[in-house]
Every structure is written in structure tokens, then in C-alpha cells.
């Protein structure tokens, strides 16, 4: 299995552009989620979905998308990238969204994004 | 505002000296809290989960109620331990979204 797969690893974006970030996984998982991590603020959530075709808002949604059309997949959409979303994305998925054994999250490589 | 704090951005301790790693919480109820680890130029992962009550890698982290603590501790750091740890909260009702602290980098010296 390769687990969560990020891509692109690395990015660099004009301000105003847009462009998706590609998440994947392959364990079968319900629950997957995009976070980002900010130096002194710890990782913070932007979207979560439960399942195929249920998604919603995290912690920091604003100028963001997402979208769930398939169990694997769960893209990161920036609609007109902005300085203040340069940062590293880290996608993650569990078998459970629930408490117990089942919610240990499994996290992708992350990609490091920069917008001039 | 309910969060997870961490109080040390960072911490260095030598080789073999205890270390303790604190986190402190403000959720209210029964709390599922873990303590996530991100070695260098790996991904982040899971370290130990408080309802497991185990020892990884020889740390260990109990939970206390009273003074809503959720401290990391290890008895002897290893060079190995150097690393990024998040104290986690997983919301018990809002499906398993994940609150981080604001995470504390080991250094451990040789």
C-alpha cells in the first residue's frame, strides 16, 4: 500500500492563480482531511469529509474548496492562491471518523506551497 | 476558546536525561487526546493514544482530569527521540476532527 500520497510536493504560485492539490489514499478509508501547518501554530483543519460526496468546513475554510466524488480521492482546490496561504498542506485519512482504534489518522508528505 | 496548549516551543535535554514534554487542555467531558510525532523528513504519526495507556518507544503520557494535563514523559532521551511533538485533540462528536497544540521541538543532545 502507499498509504496517503501528496501532490505536487512543492509549489510556487503568483498571486491570484489558482490550482489544486492532489490527495490520495489507498486503505480504504471514510474520513480524510486537509490541514495546514504554520510555524508557532501547529497544524490547523481546512476541510473534512466522512465519506464520498459528504464534505465540510474545517477550522480555516476561507479560500479553499473541496470536493469527495470518489473514497480515494480528496483535492484541495485555492480559488485565487493569496500570500497568506503560503504554508505546508499535510492530507490525512482514517478508518473512522469515530472515536476508538479506528480514528489513528494517517498523514500524506505534505506539500510545501508558496504564493508570491 | 477550547484549545491545546503547549507551552514549550522548544526543549533541549542531553542524552539520557528524563524529559518531559507538556501539553494542557480546556475541553470539558471525557477528552480522547494523543501525542502525534514528526521525525525529520518523515511524515507525521501517530506516537500513543491516551485510552491505550501504553509505552512507545519508551515514552508514556497520563492523562490527568483534575489538572487537565496530558504530559509526554520519557525517563532516559535518546538522540533518535530528537523530533516535532503535537499534543491532539480528536473531538469525541465532531468526527474525529483533530485540534492541534501548537507543537514543541526535542532537541536531544549527545
Known amino acids: 500500500n502507499a498509504g496517503v500520497t501528496q501532490t505536487p510536493k512543492f509549489q510556487v504560485l503568483k498571486t491570484g492563480q489558482s490550482m489544486t492539490l492532489q490527495c490520495a489514499q489507498d486503505?480504504?478509508?471514510?474520513?480524510m482531511s486537509w490541514y495546514r501547518q504554520d510555524p508557532g501554530m501547529g497544524l490547523r483543519l481546512i476541510h473534512y469529509?466522512?465519506?464520498?460526496?459528504?464534505?465540510d468546513q474545517g477550522e480555516v475554510p476561507n479560500g479553499y474548496n473541496v470536493s469527495r466524488s470518489t473514497t480515494e480521492d480528496f483535492p484541495l482546490r485555492l480559488l485565487s492562491a493569496a500570500p497568506s496561504q503560503t504554508s505546508v498542506y499535510f492530507c490525512?485519512?482514517?478508518?473512522?471518523?469515530?472515536?476508538?482504534?479506528?480514528?489513528?489518522?494517517?498523514f500524506g508528505p505534505g506539500t510545501r506551497l508558496t504564493v508570491l | 476558546a477550547q484549545r491545546v496548549t503547549q507551552p514549550e516551543k522548544l526543549l533541549s535535554v542531553f542524552k539520557g536525561a528524563p524529559v518531559e514534554l507538556k501539553c494542557n487542555y480546556s475541553y470539558s467531558g471525557s477528552p480522547e487526546l494523543f501525542w502525534y510525532v514528526q521525525y525529520s523528513r518523515q511524515r507525521l504519526q501517530l506516537l500513543l493514544r491516551?485510552?491505550s495507556r501504553e509505552s512507545i518507544k519508551g515514552f508514556t503520557a497520563d492523562l490527568n482530569k483534575g489538572e487537565t494535563s496530558f504530559h509526554l514523559k520519557k525517563p532516559f532521551a535518546q538522540e533518535e527521540d530528537s523530533a516535532m511533538y503535537y499534543c491532539v485533540y480528536a473531538g469525541g462528536t465532531s468526527y474525529g476532527k483533530l485540534t492541534f497544540g501548537q507543537g514543541t521541538i526535542l532537541t536531544v543532545h549527545p
Open positions: 486503505m480504504n478509508h471514510e474520513y
Open positions: 491516551h485510552i
Open positions: 469529509s466522512v465519506g464520498a460526496g459528504i464534505t
Open positions: 490525512a485519512s482514517s478508518y473512522s471518523p469515530t472515536s476508538g482504534a479506528g480514528n489513528e489518522q494517517f
